[in-house]
């Protein structure tokens, strides 16, 4: 699953490809940061890579669908 993060005052967002199955608890995460619970979000990806992004700075969070519904080619 990806995991898109804009971050204020940055040209780039921050990409993160996190387990399937991290899912709710990458949302849990997420929603703690944007209510002001926790002052950084950490997120693993798949690689045990950590990635702390400050909360009063995140500006948006797209997170993407299940690896095993991707799409590729042309049409539907």
């Known amino acids: 699953m990806d995991v898109r993060i ?6 780039r967002e921050i ?3 996190i387990p399937d199955e991290e899912r709710d608890a990458a949302r849990a995460a997420i929603d703690a940061a944007l209510a002001g619970a926790k002052d950084t979000l950490w997120l693993e990806d798949k690689r045990g890579r950590l990635v702390a992004i400050p909360a009063a700075k995140i500006a948006y969070v797209e997170i993407g669908s299940p690896d095993g519904d991707r799409r590729i080619g042309f049409g539907g």
Request: no cysteine.
């Open 6 to 11: 804009g971050v204020t005052q940055a040209p």
């Open 15 to 17: 990409a993160v490809e």
